[in-house]
């Protein structure tokens, strides 16, 4: 199933910055902030029940909670509580320090009233499986909900996806990369999270009058870039986004950009170099030729849709436009022959650094690369976008190179043009 971009209203949509508030005890919190009250532990419980229904292995990629692919239920929920009401600043998950997260649970009158009930007025955007709400806490602070809305999957299934974006989020800790305040799982499933000003940035870059100037686009590109090389290789775990778009990164006051929503996010061991999945899930032009082909998923997945997301920032058009054009189809023919001025966002006129859009060109070209193994890691994206490598160099790969792509036991030679024609059909598929 292929997931629709979230579609923004007229105000932002949410961030996260910090982490907010104790919910285990800690020794500079009184007691009124423990989460031991009846209420919260009764939410508590309720998860636990949802995953003893569910099986070892759904909830054995949750790397936080599980250590290995034979883990029982029972042991699995024992991990889980020993997590939140361990002491102490850092928990050991699985032989790896991580710090314990402080998230708030929240009842669902505390979210009910923070919204107005949810109302249609608070409503900041509408995504393929969750509605997110402006509101405002008791003690003045301004958040967002996110909230969990039901489709086609089960309760139980559902319950599992939001256990693990939590498990995924427990290992995040960047400044490039958004943070719970809290959740809640009374009356529904919600995460709680600090509210964006600039909201997100599909709805500065496509949904504003005033053109975002290409100071503040430089920042919140090498801003995705740190995020994701954090993702990919600094984090506890490797966690791989599979839904980088414009619509999931959250911009702060000073437009700092925060990678956010890991509902799709899957997380690999360190002795594997890929994961195939199903059904596909994402955005659609955004995708990697080899995951909308083949389910393959690796850090390179994130990899091409961060070019996309550049390729969006330079000239200021979407993924796939109003008349269904692939930017991707569009554009690089223009990268290929570095073409800057027919490539970057008329509305930009001349104001903007030639080597940094020359920088940015270079890295989207190699990012959207039709071959996985030519394109750049993370590490490296940052490295070109920061100038950490010298003089800029156009060094353009040739298009003829070829690639072999694994399809259950069929080996096929996979080029440029097999690309354009594949991302164009599969297009046609998704958009009759």
Not at 277 to 305: C, Q, R, S, W
Request: with cysteine.
């Amino acid at each position: 199933m292929i997931h629709a971009e979230m579609e923004s209203k007229s105000e932002p949509l949410s961030s996260s910055e910090s982490l907010q508030r104790n919910v285990v005890p800690s020794s500079d919190s009184d007691s009124s902030g423990f989460w031991i009250t009846n209420s919260y532990t009764l939410q508590w419980k309720n998860v636990i029940e949802n995953i003893k229904k569910k099986s070892a292995t759904s909830f054995s990629i949750i790397p936080s909670l599980a250590n290995n692919y034979e883990i029982s239920r029972k042991n699995l929920s024992r991990k889980l509580v020993k997590f939140y009401w361990s002491e102490g600043g850092v928990v050991d998950i699985d032989g790896i320090p991580v710090p314990k997260p402080s998230w708030k649970a929240f009842s669902y009158s505390d979210l009910a009233a923070a919204t107005d009930n949810f109302s249609p007025g608070n409503l900041l955007g509408i995504g393929g499986n969750a509605e997110v709400y402006k509101g405002q806490l008791t003690d003045g602070q301004v958040v967002a909900v996110k909230k969990l809305t039901k489709d086609e999957k089960e309760e139980e299934d559902r319950a599992g996806d939001f256990l693990l974006e939590l498990g995924i989020i427990a290992h995040i800790n960047h400044p490039n990369a958004a943070r719970l305040i809290g959740f809640g799982v009374d009356g529904g499933l919600h995460l709680v999270l600090q509210f964006a000003p600039h909201g997100s940035l599909a709805s500065v870059l496509f949904g504003s009058d005033e053109c975002l100037d290409w100071k503040t686009r430089y920042k919140v590109a090498t801003g995705i870039a740190e995020g994701l090389k954090y993702l990919h290789h600094d984090c506890p775990r490797r966690i791989i986004h599979r839904d980088i778009t414009a619509s999931n990164i959250l911009l702060t006051e000073d437009y700092a950009a925060h990678i956010s929503d890991f509902g799709l996010a899957k997380w690999l061991p360190e002795n594997w170099p890929q994961h195939v999945v199903h059904p596909i899930e994402g955005t659609f032009g955004y995708l990697a030729p080899e995951y909308f082909m083949h389910g393959i998923v690796n850090e390179k997945t994130d990899v091409f849709a961060f070019g996309v997301l550049l390729l969006e920032i330079l000239t200021g058009r979407r993924a796939v436009d109003s008349s269904r054009q692939s930017l991707v189809i569009w554009g690089k023919p223009l990268l290929e022959r570095n073409e800057v001025k027919e490539l970057v966002d008329p509305r930009l006129e001349d104001n903007y650094d030639q080597t940094e859009v020359k920088r940015a060109m270079l890295t989207a070209s190699l990012c959207i690369n039709h071959l996985a193994e030519l394109r750049p890691s993370m590490k490296r994206v940052v490295e070109l976008l920061k100038k950490e490598d010298g003089p800029v160099e156009w060094q353009q790969k040739g298009c003829g190179e070829k690639a072999v792509i694994v399809d259950g036991c069929d080996l096929q030679d996979y080029n440029r043009t097999c690309y354009l024609n594949d991302l164009d059909r599969h297009m046609q598929l998704v958009l009759e």
